[in-house]
């Protein structure tokens, strides 16, 4: 009895301990940026506009931006017919958790543990942040506990940081789509805990797959995340490679679209499209591209670039998603290998080619503001002048080729990052028995951890009479009756796998 | 026969009698603003700028308020398994009601009845106006007609104007995302109607639950509204207020969300998650820190207040709603207590608290431009140099805590104003049959005032067969093909109920 | 067996061969804006902001129009009870094909065959011709194939470009809302399409209707639509005349969803509402303000305008779609002809009567720079001045009849291309049998062109079944499991549909 109690009190208990801690971390480290505080002096006058500069400036991307992580990605996992309270809710819970956390571990990472401050960019760095955990969660999806999810994401969050810091403050490789840092990140770190834990019975369950309307809310994630993709790729560029890299991924998305259709078509023994493909591999041509959104790669490349990721992604779910499973006993709920991985692989050799031919005859003196360990390693008379005008500084001299084999490096540096902070994760998933793996009959279904209501009118009305009839004394909330719904049957299973009692 | 005529008529009679009237009524007091006016010279330069500048400063705040208006609020309420047209058509009808009526009673009551202007500023407060009405509808959700909800808005747009006039011009207190003025009114406001029009029969309806799509519609409204809130809790601040605004709202959002998983996995015996906590709950924090937004309460703060904001919500749908409806006989249908009232009261609270501690030390100048009436009586020389660099007049003297206690007035205020308007037009509606009280088998139930196609494919293909055959030669429109359906049965007694007949 | 293969491969290759030959044509005739652009020169520091300004300027309301395509569009279709996947689906294949394709052709007329650069502008005109491919697309849903649907959009994005070109270039009418080049000319050439394919066969179709859950997705984007319709109106209007547009639409498409409930429950023998009128009727406003947006309407104009809009609407579905359909053999599945059609004629005569009322009195020097054609023709003092301070050249000293009079010449201009080419392409559909002609039992279901999963979780659990076990050893993706499910029965006729094959 009392282990039931410890048990049920685990969840709440290490979120209540985490949101404490937050609470206090926040109070030592954190205060406003200079633009959301008053100004000190009474008359100041230059700094109080800033504020609002700010907001103008970012507020509209973010929104976008955050509206992809948590509509995008909480609707484009509602596909499983029984997972969708899971889905979206679980979603929430991660991003809101990875929101407060990576808040605090990228700022204590890049101000060396010093006292730091946040604005509206670190909102959106910490979206970005919650985006790759998001993924990892795609390729975990319907087979992870609640608990087990918090556990990934509180170290998921501290390897995405240290290597995100990594990539863009030591080798000053530049990602300004994070399709390395995130995409690929977030992809094969989930991907290679999925290997951890690998469970045969998986396969075995009748309940990975969709429904008509599963598959119609997960389309709405599909077309946010298609729509607002430019707004992620580009929040974070300045002036014209601002306006260039919104170009470059919506013509990319546009020709991503149009293979997918092509490739699903022709793939497909019926000539019929797949929903699968339609609500996942659309979207490819946006991480594709995020490497080089920012660079001179003009309307056409970012075709090729889009049409290409399409072919590669569509084919990733026709084929590759079936080999891993059964040959390298990989599961991937969602194919993020084939929407997230391999085309973040693609944005890592595009860019680095890109990288490769940069020079200023292209881009002028933006070459420096752009690939900054590119600039001078001393000050010239002409940095010197662009530095008056531009805020350019002193960089490390790179030729273009040096700085492409950096984006390289960040590449493998990223990959190992999460294939070593994967195995580890997973491992430690695998043997704390404490967090609840589901088994059996418990994966891809919401009951594991939601009160559901009954799927159909006809079901409820049947239901609502019973669970009134029995629950009309002691409790007439809504939870009630979908608790009547639930208590029958398999309640005692579902009950010990949630409560982690590997006996079961 | 004629009284069923008239009866049918009552309806759109009413509708185009308002919306003439508006016409009139807009014709004669109503004219745009300067920045959407062309010059009057012909070499003007200046004036004709700031219009862009006004629809680049607030319109993309504007659209996310939209957005919560009617995305947010008419999904969320999609919740119940039989009313999810009504949830989000009525929710539409209402709010586009509310915008054109609030814009009229708001600018003659803050014009003293002269003509005024419009611009993108009122579209914000209409919008917010429409807010309080839509959370009144809540409360009522189910258990109302549609002229009803008309005659609750004409009065309960009044009565908010009133309210914020009151507490905004003549008591002077502030809140800058109107939890007081928007979400206290509204929540008591509608509880108050709810406690008047009590009937047992609500208690007896099995319709009253979800089904699983339902719930998965209503949480679209749930994230939309999670998302944009701190456009809601910020737009209408200025300079660095606004950015903090934006930032302690993410921040408060955040950790209600976190707190309110843990919290409903805690209150449950089987430690499961309860839709109705994360389609609700994870808001309260966006309400909680409405009047103290703006102010300094730092990110930790937002934290605090975001997390114990939760733990009322939560506790609130798990306790307060089962006790009101059974012990003070509320019935609350979207439990807008929890999820407005309790978080408003708590947000007047925090707010009277955090003024009570402003000073020039934490605000500096700004800090009467937050406070207007905290600053100096008379002119003094700072004042002037104030006025001069940035717009801050003088003001009524009041100390810090002298603020705090009008910001308490301004509440009690506005409690009472929810409570004797609700009184008020609660009765008005019990005793106006005219306007057609559902009863019986027609509470949480569209087919009351809506044309309901079959649930599911399988019973539109039966469906089909028979309208089909039966209407081919009158009328084959798609409306034709549901009262196919409906006309079976019960249609008498919703008819009638409908019709507003009382003998029934 | 090869005349399969080959009638498999036509829609993957015509595909494949469009983006290729976009990838040419792009590297031929496309740039990157100036303002995406990196400056030529090293120590350039003005055009360099531009870029910035630009995206600041634009993105927030293309964000809304680009949600108005794919979300507004996608999911209003999404009515039909067997068509949500080919509505959302179909909807981003031929917006995506608009995109690329309208970018092109609208560079090479406009441009006359040289090269031209794209920025954010363009991708907001691509857009707007998307729009008017997606409308076109309304009439004719369910009854094309993807392939059809293609052609369809070829042939309609260069008649849509070259009437543009001829009403905004040649006989420079204004329509800031794309009223008269976007609704009209997309409603007209869609349903004299419809007219050409009619096929009574259709009529006998028991898919045509909608079941509760298909419309709540189309509300979604009903809701959309309507939420950002101010965007679509103002979003090229410039200054005060921006600001103005939005207030309008605003103000039109409130008065309008009230009277649409008016109305709809007026023309109902239960007064009841119908939820088809709620969905398009509500939005009719918006296109009947869309050539007057930016006027001196005043507001009370808009509500007016707004009030006879949903009048015109709600009783076109109520009267004039079934007449359309039984007397003149025009099949208007989504009932364009009321939501686009009937309104945007009301809109050209709005604008036609606006124009004609139009002078320096209500609009100051602006007069020259919303009517270019009525400035002066010749340089006077004046003008200069203007020219000087508001870059507006000489015009063609038309009067504001003569304007008013150019402006009805646009829009029957634009009847006549819609009619003629309807009935060109029409004609093309027809009588090419390769594209695939849906027949039979075809029309309204996804069946014919996409694998579709069961409909609910009790099919599934029966369905999961029986494909896990026969297909367990090739493929256990999730379209093995829906290819499972569509297999059986029907598939033999639906295959020879979806290849073109004409026999059955």
């Known amino acids: 009895m009392v282990s039931v109690w410890l048990s049920k009190l685990k969840f709440p208990l290490t979120i209540a301990i985490l949101q404490v801690l937050f609470i206090i971390l926040y109070a030592v480290f954190i205060d406003y940026d200079a633009t959301a505080s008053p100004p000190k002096t009474m ?29 995008g990605f909480g609707f484009l996992m509602m596909f499983l017919r029984r997972y969708g309270f899971s889905s979206v809710g679980l979603n929430m819970l991660i991003a809101a ?19 730091f401050t946040v604005s509206i960019t670190t909102m959106l760095t910490s979206d970005f942040a919650s985006a790759s955990i998001l993924i990892t969660f795609g390729a975990l999806l319907g087979k992870t506990s609640p608990l087990q999810m918090v556990l990934v994401t509180m170290f998921g969050i501290v390897l995405f940081a240290v290597n995100e810091y990594i990539g863009l403050v030591v080798l000053r490789a530049v990602d300004v789509g994070g399709s390395m840092f995130v995409h690929a990140f977030g992809a094969y770190f989930g991907l290679t805990i999925s290997r951890v834990l690998y469970n045969a019975e998986v396969e075995q369950s009748k309940k990975e797959n969709s429904v008509y309307h599963s598959d119609m809310f997960a389309v709405v994630g599909t077309i946010f995340l298609w729509l607002f993709w430019p707004s992620f790729n580009s929040a974070l560029a300045v002036e014209d490679a601002q306006h260039r890299a919104v170009l470059n991924t919506y013509y990319a998305l546009a020709a991503c679209c149009l293979v997918t259709f092509a490739i699903s078509s022709l793939v497909d023994k019926d000539g019929k499209f797949d929903m699968v493909h339609i609500q996942n591999a659309t979207l490819a041509g946006g991480v594709a591209v995020g490497t080089s959104a920012d660079m001179m790669i003009r309307p056409y490349g970012a075709l090729i670039i889009g049409s290409v990721a399409a072919v590669l992604s569509t084919l990733g779910y026709k084929y590759v998603t079936p080999f891993l499973k059964s040959k390298l006993k990989i599961h991937d709920t969602c194919g993020v290998n084939n929407l997230h991985g391999m085309p973040a692989i693609m944005a890592g050799l595009a860019g680095a080619i890109t990288v490769a031919m940069a020079d200023t005859d292209n881009y002028g003196f933006t070459l420096y503001r752009q690939f900054p360990a590119m600039a001078p390693e001393e000050s010239t008379q002409e940095l010197a002048e662009l530095n008056k005008v531009h805020q350019i500084e002193a960089g490390q001299g790179r030729s273009a080729k040096e700085q492409a084999v950096f984006q390289l490096i960040a590449l493998v ?61 002691a409790d007439t909330s809504r939870s009630a009756l979908f608790s009547g719904h639930v208590d029958k049957g398999d309640m005692t299973l579902e009950e010990s796998a949630f409560l982690g009692d590997d006996k079961v």
């Open 413 to 473: 540096v990223t990959l190992g990052f999460a294939l070593v902070g994967g195995l580890f994760v997973g491992l430690l998933l695998k043997f704390c028995k404490l967090l609840g793996q589901p088994s059996g009959d418990n994966f891809f279904d919401d009951s594991l951890s939601w009160h559901v209501p009954p799927e159909s009118n006809s079901e409820a009305s049947l239901e609502g009479h019973g669970a009134n009839s029995s629950a009309s004394k």
């Open 43 to 71: 008359t100041n006058s230059t700094q109080e506009e800033s504020g609002a500069a700010m907001v103008h400036k970012y507020y509209a991307m973010f929104q976008d931006v955050h509206v992809m992580m948590f509509i």
């Open 97 to 115: 958790l990875c929101i407060q956390w990576s808040t605090l571990i990228g700022g204590i990472i890049h101000h060396h543990g010093d006292t």
